[in-house]
C-alpha cells in the first residue's frame, strides 16, 4: 500500500506546483471586457484589478445613464472573461491524477 499511497502523495505534489504556477500566471494576464460595440472597455488583470477604463466621451453628451450602463456591462464582461480564463488554466490540473470518484481538491 505504500507504494500506491506515495505515488498519489508524489502526484498531489507535483499538481500543486502546477496550481501555483497557473496562478501565477493567471495573476499576470490580463483580459479586456467591452460592451456597446467597443465604446466602454474596461482592461483587468486575473486578480480582478482594474488597469484601464476607456469611455468613448460623446456617451456624455448624447445619454450618460447609457454610458453607465455601458461601463456596468463592460465590467461584467471583463469579469467573465477573467473566470473562463481561471477555468481554462485552473480546471483541467485535476484531470490527470486518477483519484478515487468522489475525492475532492483541495483537500
Known amino acids: 500500500m505504500k507504494g ?10 507535483r499538481m500543486q506546483e502546477e496550481m501555483k504556477r497557473a496562478q ?9 471586457g467591452q460592451s456597446g460595440g467597443g465604446l466602454v472597455s474596461v482592461r483587468m488583470s486575473g486578480r480582478h484589478e482594474v488597469r484601464a477604463v476607456s469611455i468613448d466621451r ?3 453628451a448624447d445619454d450618460p445613464e447609457m454610458a453607465e450602463d455601458l461601463v456596468a ?12 480564463l481561471s477555468q481554462q488554466k485552473l480546471g483541467n490540473l485535476a484531470s490527470g491524477m486518477n483519484l478515487p470518484a468522489g475525492f475532492k481538491l483541495p483537500f
Open 24 to 32: 501565477e500566471e493567471l495573476a499576470q494576464a490580463e483580459v479586456t
Open 73 to 84: 456591462a463592460a465590467f461584467n464582461d471583463a469579469v467573465n472573461k477573467v473566470a473562463a
Open 58 to 60: 460623446k456617451l456624455f
Open 4 to 13: 500506491p499511497l506515495a505515488g498519489l502523495m508524489q502526484q498531489a505534489q
